[in-house]
């Protein structure tokens, strides 16, 4: 079974909830942009490689935030060796969902598909999120 790893730079973005308005529902506009990117990217990197329908997938997602500019310099040390991570938002969880919902009909048929997600937050000098998907024993 294939492994497809991609990189999305940037600061990671969490999945937003829907908002209601009086004139309906909508997605907000950072998450629609945010998933928008994660499909441009999977399918430059990844050649557009779609898993089978109804296989079972794993992912990991490694969410690398920006060291706080505010940080002393032994901070910003523990930081980088991965001592203090970030306990900020956005969640893991919606980490994880705005990754595996842009992917959905572009890298597998639905994110239904995933039975082992693994998510990773921590710092780094350069923001980006890197997304492993592989298929699961």
Excluded: H
Excluded at 30 to 40: H, R
Aim: hydrophobic content about 35%; overall charge positive; some cysteine.
């Amino acid at each position: 079974m294939a492994s497809k790893r991609f990189i999305v730079m940037g600061e990671p973005k969490g999945k937003a909830r829907a908002r209601v308005t009086r004139f309906g529902t909508y997605t907000p506009e950072a998450t629609v942009m945010y998933e928008n990117l994660v499909k441009i990217e999977y399918r430059q990197q990844c050649r557009d490689y779609r898993f089978p329908d109804n296989t079972p997938l794993r992912m990991k997602v490694v969410a690398e935030f920006t060291i706080p500019a505010s940080s002393s310099k032994a901070k910003r040390i523990q930081m980088l060796n991965g001592t203090i991570r970030p306990t900020k938002k956005p969640d893991w969880d919606n980490v994880g969902k705005i990754v595996s919902d842009a992917l959905n009909k572009i890298a597998y048929k639905d994110d239904s598909q995933i039975v082992e997600c693994t998510v990773i937050k921590k710092y780094s000098g350069q923001p980006k999120v890197t997304v492993t998907l592989e298929g699961a024993p």
